[in-house]
């Protein structure tokens, strides 16, 4: 796909891999709708993009995708990529798990990542073609102690989007995920053993490693389909 003056909807957009995603697709030339409940934070992003507009909402509203897609078109008159990326991570052995906070991460990566998906293809469907890409992670197609639970949220977006990708295939909608190993972001900091530590991980991947790795599987030709991109920092042995 030619990416300038094509038009995507990112989520997840406040910061860490959604924000490098949106300034990557940016800096090629495509329009944006992001997405987050931080306003500030979406401000911040906002400010360093052209041709963007903003939707500042909790993704596991049910009116959410639909809202993003009409955005897209009252704003840029189509859309056709989707970044389905908003997403929480809850790790820890049994007897620390907050099962509230594991339901919670099930609503939001799985839920509101079920219902971002199924919006967006059949949109896609409506207009002939389009691109959905959702960021799974290496844990959705492994498992690990104490991971169980996000691991299962993200082999739920895998399974998904391997049957889409199967049922869209003669349509020109196509279906990827991005499966990220561990990322310098906000999105473990709230956990008492970092992954970097569990993994003697020096170096892990930046934001805009996974964005490069995005454009890549955006780039490519209409008759080629990355249906998975696994990417890792060299030294996880996972
Ligand atoms: N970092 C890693 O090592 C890693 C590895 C593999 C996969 N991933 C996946 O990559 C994706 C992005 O994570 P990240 O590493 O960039 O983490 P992050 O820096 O914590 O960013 C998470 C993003 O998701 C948004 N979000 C979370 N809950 C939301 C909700 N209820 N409604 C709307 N937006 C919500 C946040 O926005 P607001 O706070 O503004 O709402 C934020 O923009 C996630 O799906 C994660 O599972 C990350």
């Known amino acids: ?27 090629a030339g495509m329009k944006l709708v ?28 049910p009116e959410m995708p639909a809202k993003l897609i009409a955005k897209a078109v009252q704003a840029f008159g189509q859309c056709h990529v989707v970044f389905n990326n908003a997403g929480v991570m809850q790790l820890g052995p049994t007897e620390k798990t907050d099962i509230d906070k594991i339901c919670e991460m099930v609503r939001i990566n799985t ?4 219902r971002m998906a199924y919006t967006a293809v059949k949109y896609f469907r ?21 991971g169980g ?36 972001t906000n999105l473990c900091d709230h956990l008492e053993v970092h992954p970097k530590k569990v993994f003697n991980v020096k170096k892990a991947l930046d934001p805009d490693d996974i964005a490069r ?21 060299a030294e996880q042995g996972i």
């Open 126 to 146: 409506s207009v002939g073609g389009g691109h959905l890409m959702s960021t799974s992670s290496v844990l959705g197609t492994k498992v690990r102690p104490g």
């Open 149 to 184: 639970a996000y691991a299962g949220t993200k082999f739920a977006i895998e399974a998904l989007s391997e049957a889409l990708r199967m049922e869209l295939a003669q349509t020109g909608v196509k279906v990827s995920c991005i499966e990220p190993g561990i990322v310098e």
């Open 34 to 61: 992001i997405a987050g409940r931080d306003a500030d934070a979406l401000s911040a992003v906002a400010a360093g993009l052209n041709d963007s507009v903003s939707v500042v909402g909790d993704i596991t509203a």
């Open 111 to 114: 839920e509101a990542g079920f």
């Open 1 to 27: 796909m030619v990416l300038k003056d094509k038009v995507a909807i990112i989520t997840g957009a406040s910061r860490g891999i959604g924000a490098a995603v949106a300034r990557n697709l940016n800096g």
């Open 213 to 233: 790795s995005v454009r890549f599987i955006l780039e490519q030709p209409d008759h080629v389909l990355i249906p998975r991109l696994l990417i890792l920092p």
